[in-house]
């Protein structure tokens, strides 16, 4: 491993992601720049080294087993080594989704993408965070994935989209599992909400900024060693299940 602390965001073209690479960036990590489109990904690494990021392209479609693989071995080749993966890419799909109307196309690619995704590029990247002296994981989930707060009475979480809450369900699952598997590798394991933000996701209509968004991706990675594993944050602490 080399000295300098690495980080891959995936979906940090835009929005909450690109926020969290330039966050990173501003404490002298090198940033993987994790993209589907060419285009989109150079862009985004151009800004974030104009505004000092240390960031790189990774071409990257979490829905594309081939593509994690080979952002694996990229990221081996160029720079050695991983600490820090947030998974951050995510969809909402097709829109409108009550549960007795929804595609069952839809809900198979949100999930492709919101929970396999995360799998997927998490297992390719594992080998790569062992060798890491503080890794960490940070998965981008939402607090309307909480069945708690779902199901308190007065609590009102706003028109269901059935395929995208309950893939955020699936992923805080999804978290708990890799904690316990990882309890006692060091590797750090945890589901963060960013708040309602103002981004392409939300039709811009969040009351937060990206930047405010990516605060809790920030902080979850950076937890130092003996932190909380197989947790569900936000910035006002712990959210519930
Ligand atoms: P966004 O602006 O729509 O950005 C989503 C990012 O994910 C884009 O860079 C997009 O790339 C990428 N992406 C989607 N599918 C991909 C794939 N198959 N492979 C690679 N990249 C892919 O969304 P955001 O609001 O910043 O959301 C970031 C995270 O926060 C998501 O996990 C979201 O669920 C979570 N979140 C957001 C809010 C909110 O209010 N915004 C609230 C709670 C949780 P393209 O440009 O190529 O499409």
Known sequence: MTEQTIALVTGANKGIGFEIAAGLGSLGWR??????????????????????????????????????AAAAELIADRVGGLDVLVN????????????????????????ETN????IRVTNAMLPLLHGSASPRIVNMSS????????????????????????????LNAVTVQYAKELSGTGIL??????????????GFRG????????????????????GPTGGFF????????
């Open 115 to 118: 929970v396999i995704g995360v």
């Open 143 to 170: 607090s309307v994935g909480s069945l708690t707060l779902q199901t308190t009475p007065g609590i009102d979480m706003g028109p269901i989209p059935t395929a995208y809450v309950a893939s955020k369900t699936f």
């Open 31 to 68: 940033v993987g720049v994790g993209a589907r489109d060419r285009r989109r990904r150079d862009t985004a690494v151009e800004k974030l080294r104009a505004a000092g990021t240390d960031a790189f392209g990774v071409p990257l479609d979490v829905a594309d087993d081939a593509s994690a």
């Open 234 to 241: 936000d910035d006002g602490g712990s959210v519930p299940w």
């Open 207 to 226: 009351v937060r900024t990206p930047q405010q968004g990516a605060a809790i991706a920030l902080h979850l990675a950076t937890l130092p060693a003996g």
């Open 189 to 202: 394991v945890n589901s963060g909400c960013p708040g309602f933000t103002a981004t392409d996701l939300t």
């Open 88 to 111: 951050n890419a995510a969809i909402t799909g097709v829109m409108p989704q009550t549960p007795s109307t929804v595609d069952p196309a839809t809900v198979r690619d949100v999930v």
